[in-house]
């Protein structure tokens, strides 16, 4: 049984932020009904290709977007434009602990599916709303996605190569990280609620928005802004408060060297065969390496040029400095540490007889994250929810399929 296999939750979002908090949520064992609309479902459905291939190498209708956030739940479609639909979904949320979605501000009030609406009928529950804004402020009501807030943000203005070097501009990451933080902070909100609820009784609402967490998330850049006044520049993958902390050349290739204190940065020099840097007064301390950072970072790429990134990992693994690969991901999921952890898992699916899947990184020793079943297909779990939760019979749910509600 899993830590949270006594709670249901309502998940009325779609594409990334919601369906993330939703899946954490389903891996800790909560029961999680996935509400999509009839026909179309959740807009990553449709984002290929990759596709997911069945035994015979060809795709099937199931998108790799959507199949990283959508694990243990149940699909249920209905259309709660309609007034039936919306019927529907407040009995399902009468009987359910927390909803999550993420529609415009306002959006799910003319459904009558809003937290003031749904609290009447379940003060207990806890509604969780993710926008890209918020629920207040002058851009409470426009729409936001992870690229925009990465560059409104500010973290695009932090990630990129410096003014003056090629390529030189503002980079967004590599996945939809503001999206994927939304989605952790959300499930962070959502237990404290739970906790709240036990000790004190009652549900609430709870009012997550991107934009708030990227600012959040900006963590020490923040910090070095407000403290000073002045706005971080980009360093590419150099770090703006440890020198050294980046990437350097080898004879075959890249490495990443993260010197955290001066007695790593003695190590690493011996290494190198450069024991005099340790005791140079321009690098003998952190706050000076930054302040010589111009000096000490090309004495650093002459000296890598001539030893292998395995020879360079290898050497400074031994003398107890931090540093490591560039890998893709196929060395990733190669890796003899990513493969001991169980990173790579597989769930049985009925269109491609095994489905590939990240396993969560959350670690329980009591009650540990249970894989109970892929992400499913759109509708998957209509007549089994219906039935069970409802009480509806099956006479029923074929007429309501008959009208076109789910």
Not at 160 to 187: F, H, M, N, Q, W
Not at 208 to 237: E, F, I, S
Request: one cysteine or more; hydrophobic letters at 40%; proline letters at 6%.
């Amino acid at each position: 049984m899993g830590a949270l296999s006594h709670l249901r939750v309502l998940d009325l979002s779609r594409v990334l932020a919601g369906p993330w908090s939703g899946q954490i949520l389903a891996d800790l064992g909560a029961e999680v009904i996935k509400v999509e609309r009839p026909g179309n479902g959740d807009d990553t459905r449709a984002w290929g290709p990759p596709f997911l291939k069945d035994a015979y190498g060809e795709n099937t209708s199931e998108a790799a977007y959507y199949l990283s956030a959508n694990r243990n739940k149940q699909s249920v479609t209905i259309d709660f434009t309609r007034p039936e639909g919306q019927k529907l979904v407040r009995e399902l949320a009468a009987k359910s602990d927390i909803l999550i979605e993420n529609f415009k501000v306002g959006g799910l009030a003319a459904y009558g599916l809003d937290y003031e609406t749904l609290k009447d009928a379940n003060p207990n529950l806890i509604y969780c709303s993710i926008t890209g804004f918020g629920q207040t402020g002058p851009y409470a009501k426009r729409a936001g996605y992870d690229f925009m807030i990465q560059g409104l943000g500010g973290l695009m203005s932090l990630t990129g190569r410096p003014e003056g070097d090629e390529g030189a501009g503002p980079v967004k990451v590599g996945v939809a990280l503001t999206d994927i933080l939304t989605g952790l902070y959300s499930t962070v909100a959502i237990l404290a609620a739970l906790a709240h609820r036990e000790h004190v009784g009652g549900g609430q609402h709870i009012d997550m928005a991107l934009l708030d967490v990227q600012v959040a998330c900006l963590a020490n850049q923040a910090m070095n802004y407000l403290t000073t006044g002045n706005a971080p520049k980009r360093l590419g993958n150099a770090h703006p408060n440890i020198v050294p902390y980046q990437d350097f050349p080898t004879a075959d290739g890249d490495f990443i060297l993260t010197v955290g204190n001066d007695g790593q940065f003695r190590k690493f020099a011996e290494v190198a065969g450069q024991p005099q840097w340790a005791d140079d007064p321009r690098f003998v301390t952190n706050k000076l390496r930054v302040a010589n950072r111009a000096a000490l970072i090309p004495l650093i790429r002459q000296a890598t040029v001539f030893k292998t990134t395995a020879e360079w990992v290898a050497q400074l693994e031994q003398a107890g400095v931090p540093c490591g690969p560039i890998n893709d991901l196929a060395q990733v999921f190669a890796d003899p540490q990513v493969k001991a952890r169980g990173l790579a898992i597989e769930l049985p699916h009925v269109l491609a007889g095994m489905v590939p899947q990240v396993a969560s990184p959350i670690r329980l020793s009591e009650t540990p994250v249970e894989y109970r079943s892929a992400p499913p297909l759109l509708g998957e779990h209509t007549l089994e929810v219906l039935q069970r939760v409802l009480g509806l019979d099956a006479v029923a749910v074929a007429a309501f399929k008959e009208a076109g509600v789910l």
